[in-house]
Every structure is written in C-alpha cells, then in structure tokens.
C-alpha cells in the first residue's frame, strides 16, 4: 500500500488534487458534497492536529462486501491474517509515515495516513468485525441493548423497538397497535469511534 500512495504524489495534477478538500473546497451549511464536510472528519481534526495540519496526509476507507473470489479455499473467519499485514502498514503510516515527493510543490515530506472508515454490507461487517449478526444481539448498532422477540412458531428472532429510533414528534410513535403494543422510549445512545476500536 506504501508505494501506491507515494505514487498518488508523483503526478503534479493528482498531487494538487490530492490537497483540494483543504485549501479549495468551499463548505455550505448542512451540505456534504465531501467526507471532510462531516462531523466525524471535523472532530479527527481537532482530536489530531498535526495529522490534519498537513492536507497531504491521507485518510483511508476500507470498503468489503465479503465477495470472495477463492471459495471454500478462502480465508474464512480467518480473515485477521490476511488483514494483519495491512494493520502492520496502517501502524507504520500513523505513527513515523513514509517519505514522499510532491511534484506540485517541487519538494519531500513525510505522509502518513489513518484508516477512517470501514464500508460493509452487514454479512460484510460481521466477517471483518466478529460480531454475530443473527440471534438476540444480532444489531451492532443497538448491541447488548437490542430489543428482540423470538417467535416461536417460525423459529426465528424478531428484533422489536425500532420507532426508538424515529424523531420525538414523528407521528408513528403514537401508533402502538401498529406495531408490537409498546411505548418506546426516544433513543439517547450515541456510541462514538472510540467504542468500536
């Protein structure tokens, strides 16, 4: 992964390209045309001031959507092996970075970069994370908090209480019989990055 993103430098257009969400991106309020609009990127940036200092450190998104093209012969539940040397990279590029040219500005400089994101589908994210996506814990949002209901007859977990999740005045939370009986409380838990480490 090293050399491909030193290569991103190497051409002068894509080096300044690779600059814009800093010093050309114009922000509007309540509009995200760009990660860095987000509030996410906003308190990275104040939690890491001299990462976000440099607009050529680099902020990485790992997408899976647990296509595997090996099939029996794939990694499996083991797919902290083949991830394990990527970690050793991630490591190295956040605490010392690599030496870099930036052909637009004519000069050296270290980059680093962070992983910020992981983009999955839910099978996706139990097979990179471990959480168990079925059974009574099955939501990774909710957690232990999951609200779950087994039904006996279909032999399957019916997850309840998601109108915790509507607004305090949507009009769906007085619509009880609608739904399983239950008055649902508003949902107050906002689990930040720090929890999913």
């Known amino acids: 992964m090293k050399p491909r993103l030193q290569r991103l430098f190497v051409n002068k257009d894509l080096a300044e390209n690779m600059r814009w969400h ?3 991106l114009v922000h509007e309020n309540d509009v995200m045309r760009h990660p860095n609009d987000s509030e996410l990127w906003r308190d990275f940036d104040k939690s890491y001031p001299l990462f976000a200092d440099d607009p050529r450190n680099i902020r990485i ?10 099939g029996p012969k794939g990694p499996g539940n083991d797919i902290d092996v083949y991830l394990q040397p990527l970690i050793d990279e991630l490591k ?25 994101w992981t983009i999955t589908a839910l099978p996706a994210y139990s097979y990179l994370s471990g959480w168990i996506i079925y059974g009574y814990y099955a939501c990774p949002f909710c957690m232990s908090e999951t609200t779950c209901e087994y039904l006996p007859n279909s032999q399957k977990c ?12 949507h009009k769906w939370r007085d ?23």
């Not at 998104?61 to 090996?70: D, E, I, Q, T, V």
């Open 22 to 24: 800093k010093e050309k």
């Open 61 to 70: 998104g790992l997408a899976s959507n647990r296509f595997n093209p090996f």
């Open 92 to 116: 190295e590029l956040w605490e010392v970075g690599i030496e870099a040219y930036d052909a637009c500005k004519k000069e050296n400089f270290i980059l680093r970069a962070t992983l910020m």
């Open 158 to 169: 019916c997850y309840m209480g998601h109108l915790h999740f509507l607004p305090s005045g």
């Open 175 to 197: 619509e009880m019989k609608a739904f399983d009986g239950q008055k649902v409380a508003i949902w107050r838990r906002n689990y930040g990055a720090i929890e999913f480490h």
